[in-house]
């Protein structure tokens, strides 16, 4: 692995959160100077071929890398955008039952206003 995948790695490995790569090339600048933005997305495109990582696609929001690869689902606040895992074990086998069909694999987005906006926003919504 070289260098420079080993630093994309570790910056999503060490964050608790859901990254960006303009977030993640930020953060890899401070380390390593000389690296190339084309070489982040490069990079972020090959973990996540790999099945090292995962993409996160979600409408309206700027494409996010997810250091987990365990099926999960998510939650997306609609005040601050703040993406959190969700784990929802049950549901894969309730779909699969409802449809008829074998589920190889689903993405879900729940979009909802954390405690936190809530708070902020005086509970309105």
Do not use: H
């Given at each position: 692995m070289t260098k420079q995948r080993e630093l994309i790695l570790s910056?999503?490995?060490q964050s608790d959160r859901h990254m960006t790569a303009d977030e993640?090339?930020?953060l890899a600048k401070l380390k390593m100077p000389s690296i190339a933005m084309a070489t982040v997305y490069n990079n972020l495109n090959a973990l996540d071929e790999a099945g090292v990582i995962h993409r996160l696609h979600i409408d309206g929001v700027a494409d996010c890398f997810d250091k987990l690869t365990e099926p999960h689902n998510h939650l997306l606040c609609q005040g601050c955008g703040r993406i959190q895992d969700v784990r929802l074990p049950t549901l894969s086998e309730q779909l699969?039952?409802?449809l008829g069909v074998e589920v190889l694999?689903?993405?879900l987005t729940v979009h909802?206003?954390?405690p936190e906006c809530r708070r902020?926003?005086?509970g309105r919504r």
């Open positions: 910056i999503l490995r993640i090339f930020f699969a039952r409802e694999d689903y993405e909802y206003l954390c902020n926003a005086g």
